[in-house]
């Protein structure tokens, strides 16, 4: 996520480092996949999120499926019908 002086938004993004400088210092750049919310949009949803975690207390505690017990080694992730919907 970033704020950008001059813009009224609030960008969420996918970053990546293209390569790596011989300095030691690493350029970050972001990617096409992202969003961009406009300062009423950002307060907006930071409110329905305070509401969704007060009437549902347990989704702040959810895991999502990779980080279960079963996805710890290559079986088991590739047997989860969550990430691979259309396995036969």
Known sequence: ???TAGFSCVD????????VLPCGQNEIKPTRSGIALRLREWI???NIVETVNS??????????CYLQ???????????CRKCYPFLV
């Open 12 to 19: 969420f993004r996918k970053f990546y480092v293209p390569n």
């Open 55 to 64: 009437d549902y207390p347990a989704l702040g505690t959810a895991l999502p």
């Open 69 to 79: 017990d079963d996805h710890q080694n290559q079986l088991g992730a590739l047997d």
């Open 1 to 3: 996520m970033s704020v």
């Open 44 to 46: 907006e949803m930071r």
